[in-house]
């Protein structure tokens, strides 16, 4: 529509925070143009390095296209969740809950995280008990109310809060997601009563059984829901002062994007707001590709992210522990590990060489970015020393980079190994190669897949680099890079939807006589399917509903979530959710228990809001030779020969569809550098992915 009435061109932008780099991908939805940028990134106030990279990001693109665009969507990735989480920083927080139930999140599942580790600590409880207030009200297991709410008590709870200096409640009461009447009348009363409050309630935040995970989830949602104000309060007025007036949407764990309004009230929905984004847009270009089953590699500079994609589906949890705080919310199944290119070697007290998962993250930065680390190596300095990485600049030239610094600290640190500097940096790489790929085997084998079955799909600024070495670890056969690896993250967040996740816990006997019961469990779901649909403003042709149900052996302490099909629920569909059910707990678990009983405890519906999006299309083969994208040779040490070696260096702009390069090589790109070792070839498929595959494959 703006395209027609200012006669300007529209863009859709996309922006990710991470820990050392702000990455910008803008697309012009007219031209089909896609132009990326990425800055440093300001953890002190993340909406500085959003706003700045949107601001030369679409200076860069009127540079290169000679027009002012109007910006129509921005949906942006952040870690202010995550980070206030993991640092400690959220609000000071307060709770009302059901008399005698205040101990419930210290007193957790009374089981240990890590059986035999002596040393082991619980992470913080983010609403002190003395915070923790307690009000008369009992609801039953059926609904029926026991005791009835002592609505004075919640009115001298919410006053002695407020005298505390407390921003953020939680409320939580048992079985509120059966009847919410009482948390609905606290609600009302804590506003009435302190106004100011952020409050978090648990049967919005997360309506299913099992007290402690959502008493849990909702205690971090009110700790995060401050923070998140402030940073979109801070966020929107500089979006505004580049011209941008539309509300920006985030990402969420899910993989799908939310408003900037129901972020600030569900903030623990964006605690793996970032990496969901990547897996989004690896799922759509590998599809594209024809490669449906994945394992996504995302390598930054503070963190390495994987997951597994089968048959085009990212896989999901309902339920996941994040920096040691059990959420009941929808998330991709994605696995972190501390390895990304800022992370720090060093040598541990039984004098071995480790790596992570302490991070230089962007501020300082690695020794080579000559920004004020002076002793710390890292992953990034490995690969510089190395002369995988250019030696003397990245990013264009707009990064200068110091390699006889690198070369020092990295020569330090290899006379207390009593290796010579070069097997010091390779012994960098090696060992965090290996933690990636400890990582890979938990979201694969641990699991139940074979990570040799699938495709490595590799993106993240410094996950092109070691992708290949990754994946003969792992035995696999391929790997992908896509066009622009180093912002992938940036492009799913045009490359997704919009998505909300809605359940009910239903707890009975998977009988073959059943369909009844879950058809009337799906008459509320469906009605606020419908009320989340209108309130998107989504046309009937762009809604997508998804059915799955929870299922467990009677007595088990964990579901596994399985699809539930479309129309009437009769005896053939309930006999199909049963053989479903026990074909996923012989992968998972090794066994079924024929005899049984299998019993349902949530109803759940995926909703999908179709919104307009990046589109990819296939390029044309080139007539030109490979050679015309050759752009010099560079020295650099491989050991799988031994040493040096005269490495032809690659342009990444100018390669195309069925150009094919033998290894070993590198190819150079604005926002990543990708290795192909001897042995390899990589060709240009016609969406401009890199397909490398070992040569006797």
């Given at each position: 529509m703006l395209d027609k009435v200012d006669g300007l061109p529209t863009v859709r932008v996309g922006v990710d925070s991470g820990g050392t780099f702000t990455d910008v991908c803008i697309y012009d939805t007219g031209k089909k143009y896609i132009s990326i940028w990425k800055v440093s990134s300001t953890p002190?106030?993340?909406?500085?390095?959003?706003?700045?990279?949107?601001?030369?990001?679409?200076?860069?693109?009127?540079?290169?296209?000679?027009?002012?665009?109007?910006?129509?969507?921005?949906?942006?990735?952040?870690?202010?969740?995550?980070?206030?989480l993991i640092v400690g920083?959220?609000?000071?927080?307060?709770?009302?809950?059901?008399?005698?139930?205040?101990?419930?999140?210290?007193?957790?599942?009374?089981?240990?995280?890590?059986?035999?580790?002596l040393q082991t600590e619980k992470p913080p409880i983010l609403a002190r008990r003395d915070r923790r207030l307690e009000v008369k009200e009992r609801v039953l297991f059926d609904g029926r109310i026991l005791?009835?709410?002592?609505?004075?008590?919640?009115?001298?709870?919410?006053?002695?809060?407020?005298?505390?200096?407390?921003?953020?409640?939680?409320?939580?009461?048992?079985?509120?997601?059966?009847?919410?009447?009482?948390?609905?009348?606290i609600k009302r009363i804590v506003l009435e009563e302190f106004p100011e409050a952020f409050l978090s309630v648990s049967h919005e935040v997360a309506p299913e059984f099992r007290e402690y995970e959502r008493f849990s989830t909702t205690v971090v949602n009110a700790y995060l829901g401050p923070v998140m104000r402030q940073y979109l309060q801070r966020l929107e007025p500089r979006l505004e002062e580049l011209g941008i007036s539309v509300e920006p949407h985030l990402t969420q764990s899910n993989g799908g994007v939310i408003s900037a309004e129901t972020a600030q009230n569900f903030p623990v929905r964006t605690v793996l707001s970032g990496p969901a984004a990547g897996v989004t847009g690896a799922t759509a270009i590998g599809s594209l590709s024809g490669f449906e089953d994945l394992i996504t590699f995302d390598m930054g500079g503070t963190s390495t992210d994987v997951s597994l994609i089968q048959q085009g589906r990212a896989q999901t949890s309902n339920e996941a522990v994040v920096h040691g705080y059990p959420l009941k919310v929808p998330m991709l199944d994605i696995y972190a590990v501390g390895a990304g290119g800022g992370s720090i070697a060093y040598v541990d007290a039984g004098g071995m060489l480790?790596?992570?998962?302490?991070?230089?993250?962007?501020?300082?930065?690695?020794i080579c970015y000559n920004q004020g680390n002076d002793d710390e190596p890292t992953v990034t300095d490995a690969n510089v020393v190395l002369q995988i990485l250019n030696p003397t600049h990245l990013l264009d030239g707009r990064l200068p980079i110091d390699q006889a610094k690198a070369k020092q600290a990295i020569a330090t640190l290899g006379a207390k190994l009593g290796l010579d500097t070069m097997a010091t940096a390779q012994g960098i790489i090696s060992v965090v190669?290996?933690?990636?790929?400890?990582?890979?085997?938990?979201?694969?084998?641990?699991?139940?897949?074979?990570?040799?079955?699938?495709?490595?799909?590799?993106?993240?600024?410094?996950?092109?680099?070691?992708?290949?070495?990754?994946?003969?670890?792992?035995?696999?056969?391929?790997?992908?890079?896509?066009?622009?690896?180093?912002?992938m993250c940036a492009l799913g967040l045009l490359?997704?939807?919009?998505?909300?996740?809605?359940?009910?816990?239903?707890?009975?006997?998977?009988?073959?006589?059943?369909?009844?019961?879950?058809?009337?469990?799906?008459?509320?779901?469906?009605?606020?399917?419908?009320?989340?649909?209108?309130?998107?403003?989504?046309?009937?042709?762009?809604?997508k509903v998804v059915r799955s149900v929870d299922l467990r052996y009677g007595g088990q302490g964990y579901e596994i979530n399985i699809g539930l099909p479309e129309g009437e629920i009769d005896a053939k569909v309930v006999a199909a959710l049963r053989s479903d059910f026990k074909s996923a707990h012989q992968r998972l678990y090794g066994y079924v228990s024929e005899g049984e009983p299998i019993h349902i405890t949530t109803i759940r519906l995926e909703l999908t809001g179709r919104v307009a999006k990046v589109e990819l299309k296939p390029h044309p083969a080139v007539t030109t030779s490979v050679s015309q994208a050759?752009?010099?040779?560079?020295?650099?040490?491989?050991?799988?020969?031994?040493?040096?070696?005269?490495?032809?260096?690659?342009?990444?702009?100018?390669l195309g569809p069925e150009h094919v390069i033998q290894g070993p090589a590198i190819i150079d790109q604005f926002d990543s550098t990708t290795l192909v070792l001897p042995g390899q070839s990589a060709n240009v498929d016609p969406y401009l992915n890199l397909i490398i595959e070992e040569n006797d494959a």
């Open positions: 002190q106030d993340p909406s500085v390095g959003i706003a700045g990279g949107i601001e030369q990001g679409l200076l860069a693109y009127r540079e290169a296209t000679n027009a002012k665009p109007v910006v129509e969507y921005v949906g942006h990735g952040t870690t202010v969740a995550t980070n206030a920083r959220g609000a000071e927080t307060g709770m009302i809950t059901t008399a005698g139930f205040r101990d419930v999140l210290e007193l957790r599942r009374q089981k240990r995280d890590a059986l035999y580790d005791v009835p709410l002592a609505e004075e008590e919640v009115r001298t709870a919410a006053r002695k809060l407020r005298s505390e200096g407390v921003k953020a409640i939680a409320v939580c009461c048992l079985f509120s997601f059966i009847d919410a009447r009482h948390e609905q009348t480790q790596v992570g998962p302490r991070s230089a993250s962007a501020v300082p930065g690695p190669v290996a933690n990636m790929a400890k990582a890979i085997r938990v979201i694969s084998v641990e699991r139940g897949y074979d990570p040799r079955e699938y495709t490595l799909f590799a993106f993240g600024g410094a996950g092109p680099i070691h992708a290949t070495r990754l994946a003969r670890a792992l035995d696999m056969r391929r790997v992908v890079i896509p066009k622009f690896p180093g912002v490359l997704t939807d919009l998505r909300t996740s809605l359940s009910t816990t239903k707890m009975q006997e998977l009988a073959e006589d059943c369909g009844g019961d879950i058809a009337r469990g799906l008459v509320d779901l469906e009605q606020r399917a419908e009320a989340w649909f209108e309130a998107e403003s989504i046309a009937q042709e762009d809604r050759l752009k010099a040779y560079r020295q650099v040490w491989l050991p799988e020969v031994g040493g040096f070696v005269d490495c032809p260096l690659y342009d990444r702009d100018r």
